[in-house]
T-cell receptor, first 112, second 111 residues
Framework: NAGVTQTPKFQVLKTGQSMTLQCAQD?????MYWYRQDPGMGLRLIYY???????DKGEVPNGYNVSRLNKREFSLRLESAAPSQTSVYFC???????????FGSGTRLTVV | RKEVEQDPGPFNVPEGATVAFNCTYS??????FFWYRQDCRKEPKLLMS???SGNEDGRFTAQLNRASQYISLLIRDSKLSDSATYLC????????????FGRGTSLIVHP
């Protein structure tokens, strides 16, 4: 089925470990995003990529890096995980900025 | 005042009821508005864009009131399957692109 695919779905990390969250979309969308969702905080934008070859910081970029590998793929890397990064991470895509998103099913990350 | 505010609810309504949610925003220059639906432990899904002229999709109607700085979502003839959390999203105008999500309004439709 067409859409946004995220891997892994669940992950437990120890403080200081690194990992990369993968995201791919097959809708030929130009823009891709990484969000985190925490209880009582709503969804917050970490990084986004308006088009292939560009990336920009969102509201909460500290502790994260991203790579727009090609038009389909946008990865999120945690270089040194901290307990404050325990969250649900959603990747999303849209045809262009300021248009509605299609979200992936999320990654539940716990940092202990 | 928070940038985007929603009544968290829950709104508990019987099947067939009409229910309305509001979402207020503080930035008068905001440009784009959306409603999303999120089921428990699932991803948000786009429900509707909100246009200045208002828009309707079946049982759902979205309105924008720029003067009072709020958007609304009206659900008619509620179904059990409408039970979810409804998120509003406000995008700024100009060069900055950082949308603000509301924290959501919980709707429970009971038999």
């Amino acid at each position: 089925n067409a859409g946004v695919t995220q891997t892994p779905k669940f992950q437990v990390l120890k403080t200081g470990q690194s990992m990369t969250l993968q995201c791919a979309q097959d809708m030929n969308h130009n823009s891709m995003y990484w969000y985190r969702q925490d209880p009582g905080m709503g969804l917050r934008l970490i990084y986004y990529s308006a088009s292939e070859g560009t990336t920009d910081k969102g509201e909460v970029p500290n502790g994260y890096n991203v790579s727009r590998l090609n038009k389909r793929e946008f990865s999120l890397r945690l270089e040194s995980a901290a307990p404050s990064q325990t969250s649900v991470y959603f990747c999303a895509s849209s045809e262009a900025l300021r248009q509605g998103y299609t979200f992936g099913s999320g990654t539940r990350l716990t940092v202990v | 005042r928070k940038e985007v505010e929603q009544d968290p609810g829950p709104f508990n309504v019987p099947e067939g009821a009409t229910v309305a949610f509001n979402c207020t925003y503080s930035n008068s220059a905001s440009q784009s508005f959306f409603w999303y639906r999120q089921d428990c432990r699932k991803e948000p899904k786009l429900l509707m864009s909100v246009y200045s002229s208002g828009n309707e999709d079946g049982r759902f109607t979205a309105q924008l009131n720029r003067a009072s700085q709020y958007i609304s979502l009206l659900i008619r003839d509620s179904k059990l399957s409408d039970s979810a959390t409804y998120l509003c999203v406000v995008l700024p105008s100009g060069g900055s692109y950082i949308p603000t999500f509301g924290r959501g309004t919980s709707l429970i439709v009971h038999p």
